[in-house]
């Protein structure tokens, strides 16, 4: 987030995947699932605790998961920061998610 003065839809996002609680889970659809059995790119839920990083529960074995990518790959697999879900749903217009909390 650069600048907290502006609202953009990556920090509204932000703001909103910040707030939810811990435990709250989502899943997230795409429009455009490229020829995969599903339109589910994966089942996230949101961490308790400080950080509240999102991680990934289930995703279908042929869903792409470069619409969804992992925060920190290797070093926390499987887990997605509250910032990198923000832009990824804003860069994206496909993507969109269900939240159960």
Known sequence: MSDDKVVTAENALYRYFDVLRGGATMTVYTKNHGGARTNVVAVIRKEPGVWGDWEVVSRPATANPD?????????????ISTATLAETFAADSDLWGSVSE
């Open 67 to 79: 619409f969804l990518p992992e925060t920190w790959h290797e070093a926390h697999a499987g887990i």
